[in-house]
């Protein structure tokens, strides 16, 4: 009687037999979504309906806006993973975000010539920019060769060729970046901007301890997508105030830059935006 019980216990909290049923069912998961991907065309196919009523969500004059969406997303991908069937619910939270970060740069500078979306993916920001700035040649650069492809021939966007800019957006970027790498890439989009122009980043709210890496991510959780990127290299990142400080004003010129966080607002609902201007 003693060990039926054990044996119940361990079923209910998932050591016994339940244990080994989860593994079996987690392998004919990751089977049958392999053999999705392999059938998947790179734009994922939204039914028509859903992608109406999606759209019905967005404000009138940003209905036009291209709605593909590359099969390897992950900002599309790993919602709809959590969500499960909630597809609308993704499908809105995903070009929500991307309006309303489009917004924000927007406000920041409306007379912009050059913007770079840095790190920008598969376009869930800039596929909107183009109707902020509807004159404006938009940039983009990412270490992802799929997401740079679908972006030149879904967008018509340019390849970031390193000249300056009047804006740099880097949205979720410094969010994930290990310490060897995070002050030496602000610097170089700090090289970027002129006087008087904008370097828009996003980080998770300041904590106390000085920097601390995770080599876990959305990507980590979805090893099937496209040009996966290395954990060690792109994992969650909380920093400190003060060594975000540090990185800023070590660059040669730091102190003819100054930064604000606004927080009228958020990235996703979970970033702040700290907007850098050289002076």
């Given at each position: 009687?003693?060990?039926?019980?054990?044996?119940?216990?361990?079923?209910?909290?998932?050591?016994?037999?339940?244990?080994?049923?989860?593994?079996?069912?987690?392998?004919?998961?990751?089977?049958?979504?392999?053999?999705?991907?392999?059938?998947?065309?790179?734009?994922?196919?939204?039914?028509?309906?859903?992608?109406?009523?999606?759209?019905?969500?967005?404000?009138?004059?940003?209905?036009?806006?291209?709605?593909?969406?590359?099969?390897?997303d992950p900002m599309f991908r790993y919602p709809l993973q959590v969500h499960g069937s909630q597809s609308l619910k993704v499908l809105k939270e995903y070009f929500l975000t991307g309006l309303e970060a489009a917004e924000f740069i927007y406000k920041q500078n409306p007379k912009a010539q050059r913007i770079l979306d840095f790190g920008g993916g598969y376009g869930r920001v800039s596929r909107f920019l183009h109707i902020f700035f509807p004159n404006a040649q938009i940039l983009i650069n990412d270490p992802k060769k799929s997401a740079i492809?679908?972006?030149?021939?879904?967008?018509?966007?340019?390849?970031?060729?390193?000249?300056?800019?009047?804006?740099?957006?880097?949205g979720s970027v410094f969010t994930h970046?290990?310490?060897?790498?995070?002050?030496?890439?602000?610097?170089?989009?700090?090289d970027t901007i002129d006087r008087g122009n904008?370097?828009?980043?996003?980080?998770?709210?300041?904590?106390?301890?000085?920097?601390?890496?995770?080599?876990?991510?959305?990507?980590?959780?979805?090893?099937?997508?496209e040009d996966s990127l290395d954990e060690s290299q792109y994992g969650s990142v909380y920093c400190s105030k003060e060594y975000f400080e540090y990185c800023l004003y070590s660059h040669q010129n730091g102190n003819s830059f100054k930064y604000s966080i606004d927080d009228s607002t958020s990235f996703g609902g979970t970033q702040q935006y700290l907007i850098i201007k050289r002076l």
């Open positions: 009687m003693k060990k039926q019980i054990q044996r119940w216990l361990q079923n209910k909290i998932g050591i016994g037999e339940n244990r080994d049923q989860i593994l079996i069912l987690e392998k004919k998961i990751a089977s049958l979504s392999l053999l999705q991907e392999w059938s998947m065309d790179k734009i994922i196919p939204i039914p028509t309906g859903l992608l109406e009523a999606t759209k019905a969500a967005l404000p009138e004059k940003y209905k036009s806006v291209n709605c593909n969406i590359h099969c390897s492809k679908f972006q030149l021939e879904n967008f018509g966007h340019a390849i970031d060729d390193h000249n300056p800019v009047d804006i740099i957006f880097a970046l290990p310490k060897a790498l995070f002050e030496r890439i602000l610097h170089q989009l700090m904008t370097l828009i980043l996003t980080l998770h709210q300041f904590i106390e301890e000085e920097f601390l890496f995770y080599p876990h991510t959305e990507e980590s959780a979805m090893q099937e997508l």
